[in-house]
Antibody
Framework: QLQLQESGPGLVKPSETLSLICSVS??????????WGWIRQPPGKGLEWIGS???????YYNPSLKSRVTISIDTSKNQFSLNLSSVTAADTAIYYC???????????WGQGTQVTVSS | EIVLTQSPGTLSLSPGERATLSCRAS???????LAWYQQRPGQAPRLLIY???SRATGIPDRFSGSGSGTDFTLTISRLEPEDFAVYYCQQFGSSPRTFGQGTKVEIK
């Protein structure tokens, strides 16, 4: 059974970089069938796709965040990560990592991690 | 960007009743790339329907999806207590992948 687990600081200061890691177990992050993504949910609001990555390194970002987002993969650790730079209070949200099989929507999700941007 | 508009915002129903949720797209979406998720309080979203009408693994058959083009529907035939939650539609056929704003199904 595939499992995903987010980790990282729960509090980030304005203008700094938010960094999160998603650890994958029960399967290989190098699978040629899978895409790995990040989605966030501000308090009391809906879901926003941040971006996705293929194991080969190809990335796809939401244009609204593209200038600030980097998603990368570490196949040796079976992990992928999210960096979001120059954060503001508007970036306060629960951040989820998830897996998408080719041609399918996100079917495996992490439990989510709360990130608050505040000084 | 494809905007997905869900209606109603809130649906107040009793256990055993039928729920019909709508998702309307600002431009045509291939059925292949339309999904529905359920989110219970404090939990991550759970995939219910993919390809507009195919149930994900382990999803009860009281959940069904239909539609094409710009109009899609999620139907819950008989509401169980655990079905009271927020439901989101998503398109992932074009970038950016977008979600609807959600429909909350609450106990009447």
């Amino acid at each position: 059974q595939l499992q995903l687990q987010e980790s990282g600081p729960g509090l980030v200061k304005p203008s700094e970089t938010l960094s999160l890691i998603c650890s994958v177990s029960g399967g290989s992050i190098s699978s040629s069938s899978d895409y790995w993504g990040w989605i966030r949910q501000p308090p009391g609001k809906g879901l926003e796709w941040i971006g996705s990555m293929y194991y080969s390194g190809t990335t796809y970002y939401n244009p609204s965040l593209k200038s600030r987002v980097t998603i990368s993969i570490d196949t040796s650790k079976n992990q992928f990560s999210l960096n979001l730079s120059s954060v503001t209070a508007a970036d306060t949200a629960i951040y989820y990592c998830a897996r998408r099989y080719t041609g399918r929507p996100f079917d495996y999700w992490g439990q989510g991690t709360q990130v608050t941007v505040s000084s | 960007e494809i905007v997905l508009t869900q209606s109603p915002g809130t649906l107040s129903l009793s256990p055993g009743e039928r729920a019909t949720l709508s998702c309307r797209a600002s431009q045509s979406v291939s059925s292949t790339y339309l999904a529905w998720y359920q989110q219970r309080p404090g939990q991550a979203p759970r995939l219910l329907i993919y390809g507009a009408s195919s149930r994900a693994t382990g999803i009860p058959d009281r959940f069904s999806g239909s539609g094409s083009g710009t109009d899609f529907t999620l139907t819950i035939s008989r509401l169980e207590p655990e079905d009271f939650a927020v439901y989101y539609c998503q398109q992932f056929g074009s970038s950016p992948r977008t979600f609807g704003q959600g429909t909350k199904v609450e106990i009447k």
